[in-house]
């Protein structure tokens, strides 16, 4: 599940590069790494876009689980080891 949080995490920091650059510069990233003009879209543009957002929806669902799958675990002492 870590892979899939950091891939969400990734794929969120793109997207949100991506419009940051659309509302400063008029810049479509996305679309000028798959040839377009900016305003243009075809099926891989979309699919880009649409793993974009499901991303933050997953991010979002698991707000609450993500700190506790990331949080390092307990280290317990063996008897053994405290000599």
Same mark, same amino acid.
């Given at each position: 599940m870590k892979k899939l949080d950091v891939l969400a995490a990734t794929l969120l920091v793109v997207g949100g590069l991506n419009w940051g650059l659309v509302a400063l510069a008029q810049f479509d990233l996305v679309a000028t790494l798959?040839? %377009?003009e900016f305003g243009e879209t075809n099926a891989l543009t979309r699919i880009v876009y649409g793993l974009v957002g499901l991303s933050a929806v997953y991010l979002v669902?698991? %707000? +609450?689980?993500?700190? +506790? +799958?990331w949080a390092a675990p307990a280290r317990t002492t063996s008897p053994?080891?405290?000599s």
């Open positions: 798959f040839g %377009l669902s698991q %707000l +609450r689980v993500i700190p +506790r +799958r053994a080891m405290t």
